[in-house]
């Protein structure tokens, strides 16, 4: 749990990701060959491969979160803020954020707490402000903000957090490095910048790394709850293999494949078509010459919204699957 609070209440809005980058850089440095940034905030970890027929798998998960800037500020002191990323205009009203400089702020609505239809900028933000003057003491247009969440344990395993989307990702590559000793393949770990603003960095990562093989490490949908519905993955139920998102069609080999080193090792896992939504591994099948991609996928309630569920099942699952992966040579 300790990683994972680390990981989660670090600040890191998309584009704004250097305090996320430190804690990873340091969490990691111990358990790489080589880690290297670039311009776009990408944090690539290489741990060299023994195997006679390796290729180089890229796990990507992202880094960034979702939040706010600061757009204006009225008279009155009310700030107006745009999105940084996508956001749940209905799961925000009425909730903290926190700016990177540490003030804190209310989401108010301009329509009403009875009308939660409208878009992000119906809404407005209080930090307590008097008025325009005393706001610019404590926030400017173009401050970032993002949402606070504690990690909370839930029952049977299940845990709340803000960013979970994608920092449980992060945890994953993390995990996975420390746990592989000898990879077969030879292995680029990425927190992949900017991927709630079209795949940036991963676009950019794929570009330097060449994967033979793409992962992408990420959240998916959970269509277990009263208003769910389209949908095949369930929190419990293991690691989803990802088939299907917006942004991919998986390659079928490296799916079956997959499938057969959870069959093989007893790994509990599902499997992940998503009818929307993008992942890292669509920036990664597109690169280059083309890459065979796919996804290790970890069912979550409330994806885009202040507060997230994950399983913790699940997401020992996923980092199961991702060190298998590793060891193992790839047929696809």
Known sequence: MKIIRQLTQTFGVSGREKEINKVIIDLVKDYADDITTDGIDNVIVFKKGYGENKKKIMFSAHKDEIGFMVMCINDSGYI????????????????????Q???????????????????????YVDIGAKDKKDAMK?????????????????ANGRIASKALDDRIGCYINVKALMEIEKPYNDLYFVFSSQEELGLKGATVASRVVKPDIGIALDITGS???????????????????????????????LVNQMISLCETHKIKYQLDILAGGGTDAGAMNTSNFGVRAGGISIPTRNGHGPVSIVDLKDVKACIELAVKLAETEIKA
């Open 223 to 253: 269509y277990d709850t009263p208003d769910s519905k389209n949908g095949n993955m369930k929190l419990g139920e293991g690691a989803a293999i990802k088939m299907m998102d917006r942004s991919v069609i998986c390659d079928e080999d």
């Open 80 to 99: 107006t803020v745009r999105g940084v990323g996508g956001i749940n205009v209905a799961t925000t009203v009425a909730q903290r954020i926190k700016f």
């Open 138 to 154: 404590h926030v400017k247009p173009g401050d970032v903000a993002s949402y606070i969440g504690e990690v909370t344990k839930l």
């Open 101 to 123: 400089n540490g003030t804190i702020g209310v989401v108010g609505f301009t329509k009403g707490l009875g009308k939660l239809e409208g878009d992000v900028l119906d809404m």
